[in-house]
């Protein structure tokens, strides 16, 4: 159960970079932008890792 919680967590943060800061240049402290991705990545990635997806598969930017 935890290895299942530790790999939606990190595909969470990838999805949430990818929605939010992929091309994108980012003025903020590198430990606010972690901590921002790591909350988002785990509260709504039932959210972003399916729009992450498509973005990726249809090379939507």
Do not use: D
């Not at 991705?37 to 890792?49: D, E, T």
């Not at 973005?55 to 930017?61: A, C, D, E, P, V």
């Amino acid at each position: 159960m935890i290895l299942l919680l530790i790999i939606y967590w990190i595909a969470g943060y990838w999805a949430y970079g990818v929605v939010f800061y992929e091309g994108k240049i980012v003025m903020a402290r590198q430990g606010q932008i972690f901590a921002t991705k790591l909350v988002q990545g785990l509260v709504f990635g039932w959210l972003w890792i399916p729009v992450a997806l498509v973005k990726k598969i249809f090379g939507i930017r």
